[in-house]
């Protein structure tokens, strides 16, 4: 089997994570076809773990009730973190359009269990945190194929995991990290909603390399991927 990626497949690849946005509007009605579904989760599933732990489990949602209850949830903590900003940036806050619960024809919840496979788990004795990293990438994995597809993802993190872990019957041990929204979208922004509305500017890359050491810029050894960096304008 040849692993090398063929040009077009890199662009392909390249498409998929320059294109990928945080979808909260804009779902349309259409159902996502099961077939799809599980090209996704099995996308998801492929993602990198420590100690090969798969810690992961995915709950896909389309109750309406349930749904409800997770917009509940978003409601009350949206209108709390709207009290620790002052105006006019709280108004602004408000105004966003954060979450597609509802809209979105399906929800996906990923959880972390840690007990998977027993108590010991190579690489995480260290940084036990790194369970929940490897959580992160089957998300990232899951957003990268809904994108190829032309499935839109929103994630929702405005939410209480409380409500969450007694709405999905979550046992004690397994934390939720990511709740999703999932659908076909009229269209796929060409910038981060945030980033169009000047909520925040999106860094030069530039701005967040440093070499060999934290907070130093430049380095001899570096001079080539430096110069690269700061000429390469067109990078995002």
Known sequence: MNEEFSKEEKDGFYKAVFSRRDVRSHFTSRSIDEEIIMKILKAAHHAPSVGFSQPWNFILIKDNKTKKKIKESFEKEREHSA?????????????????????????????????????????????????????CCAVQNLWLASRTEGVGVGWVSILSNDVLKRVLDLPEHVTPIAYLCLGYVEQFAKKPDLETARWLPRLDLKDVVYYEKWNQKQNPDWNKIEELIRTNIDYA
């Open 83 to 135: 009290k620790l900003v002052e105006e006019p940036r709280r108004s602004k806050y408000l105004s966003f359009k954060l979450e597609g619960i509802i809209d979105a024809p399906v929800n996906i919840c990923v959880t972390y269990d840690p007990s998977k496979f027993g108590p010991f788990v190579i690489g995480r004795t260290a940084i036990p945190e790194t369970g929940v990293y490897s959580v």
